[in-house]
């Protein structure tokens, strides 16, 4: 599987960002689509997985302010962010497994792209 992610960039504090992701590769509708991040300093944390059933998750970090979804007809998936925070300043990647269970360590990983949040 190959992700493509893209949509980063600088925001302010408050302000919203739309990450996008590709897949290539592999039936996109079977497979788990999802967001990690990593911030500086810190190690790579959950965002938010979609299963190819709708089942979603967040990190509590990102509940009410992150939506994840997903276009099986275009193989894209998508991080909706609202009311950002500092603390939402990141690398975040797309991931992609053919299962999900908490916590995820997925198979696929796409190149990260920067948010940052300035506040």
């Known amino acids: 599987v190959q992700l493509q992610a893209s949509g980063g960039g600088l925001v302010q504090v408050g302000g919203s960002l739309t990450l996008s992701c590709a897949a290539s590769?592999?039936?996109?509708?079977?497979?788990?689509m999802g967001w990690f991040r990593q911030a500086p300093g810190k190690e790579r944390e959950f965002v938010a997985a979609k299963s190819w059933r709708n089942v979603t998750d967040y990190a509590d970090s990102v509940k009410g302010r992150f939506t994840i979804s997903r276009d099986n007809a275009k193989n894209m998936v998508y991080l909706q962010m609202r009311s950002l925070k500092p603390e939402d300043t990141a690398v975040y990647f797309c991931a992609s497994d053919v299962r999900y269970r908490s916590p995820w360590n997925p198979a696929y990983w796409g190149q990260g792209t920067l948010v940052t949040v300035s506040s």
């Open positions: 590769g592999r039936t996109f509708g079977a497979l788990v």
